[in-house]
């Protein structure tokens, strides 16, 4: 049996790893936050003091953290993934970072011995439960190979997009566009509301025409037109997101002015109390300045 270690038990990590556990893969697991450890011992796992001792004890170890600086310390720190991992050991990171960062930490373990692949994570928390989620993969395909096992227990669409650095290039250029989209959206459901519109009537014409987006066909549909902000992937992960973007698109060179409109509107919401709501709050953060409620009759 294969040994896994999973490092970062968030909103979409502990239900990723929980489903490595489903897979029959043995799993040792560690966050900073004792009650999510909790749970995955709970169904299965071994808990472990450090990253380092994760990586002690497993063949395959995976991150979920939020930013660059949380995953260079978790693996290249005193008590770190890097010191713990064993020569042909396999790394995957499935956080949102950028691709310099990822680049960096696969240079310091391949001096190591160690193989390393980006694999930050598409879709929902509804897909990361099902363990149906889209899995964006940069780094050499032969190691991708050995990586899919434990992939395909987190993920039904597995899609190699280049070398190392270029899962987080895609998943960079995903978000912003995801993020603009659910901003677009509500800013045009709410004025449509404002001039009178019932939602039926703007959802019966949009399905028909270029406007349709999945942001309103599912993220929007089954949480913040139902008025459910809860989290679901937080507004301060997608500004995180953005800036990320906005960052790749100026080192290439790359104007890109709705992306930082975008990224503003993200800002907005943060400063408003909603950091840690789903990034569908834009939509209340529009509602709330224009004195309306645009939600489904079933709500």
Not at 40 to 47: H, I, K, S, T
Not at 255 to 280: I, R, S, Y
């Amino acid at each position: 049996m294969t040994e896994v270690g999973f490092v970062g038990l968030g909103t979409m990590g502990a239900p990723m790893a929980r489903n490595v556990l489903k897979t029959g893969f043995g799993l040792t697991v560690f966050d900073l936050n004792p009650a999510s450890v909790a749970k995955l011992v709970d169904a299965g796992a071994r808990a472990a003091a450090s990253p380092r001792e994760v990586a002690e004890r497993s063949e395959v170890v995976i991150t979920m953290l939020p930013d660059a600086p949380d995953v260079e310390a978790a693996v290249l720190g005193e008590n770190g993934i890097g010191h713990g991992l064993k020569s042909g050991s396999l790394y995957i990171d499935m956080s949102t970072i950028d691709p310099q960062t990822t680049q960096k930490i696969g240079s310091w373990l391949a001096q190591r011995g160690v193989d390393m692949i980006d694999s930050p994570v598409g879709k929902t928390v509804e897909h990361a439960i099902a363990g149906t989620s889209t899995l964006m993969i940069g780094g050499d395909a032969a190691v991708l190979e050995r990586a899919r096992p434990v992939l395909s227990a987190m993920g039904a669409d597995l899609i190699h997009c280049g070398a190392l650095g270029m899962g987080q290039a895609m998943k960079l250029t995903n978000n912003l566009l995801a993020s603009v989209l659910i901003t677009a959206s509500s800013e045009a459901l709410v004025a449509g509301a404002k001039a009178g519109l019932t939602l039926d009537t703007m959802i019966s014409v949009l399905k028909t025409t270029m406007a349709w987006n999945q942001q309103l066909a599912v993220a929007m549909h089954n949480r913040a037109l139902k008025g459910d902000f809860e989290p679901g992937f937080m507004v301060k992960l997608a500004h995180k997101d953005c800036r990320l973007a906005l960052a790749m698109n100026e080192a290439l060179g790359l104007e890109a002015p709705v992306g930082a409109a975008t990224l503003a509107v993200l800002g907005e919401t943060m400063d408003a109390g909603m950091a840690g709501k789903d990034v569908g709050a834009v939509l209340k953060l529009r509602e709330d300045a224009a004195g309306v409620q645009v939600r489904l009759a079933s709500a």
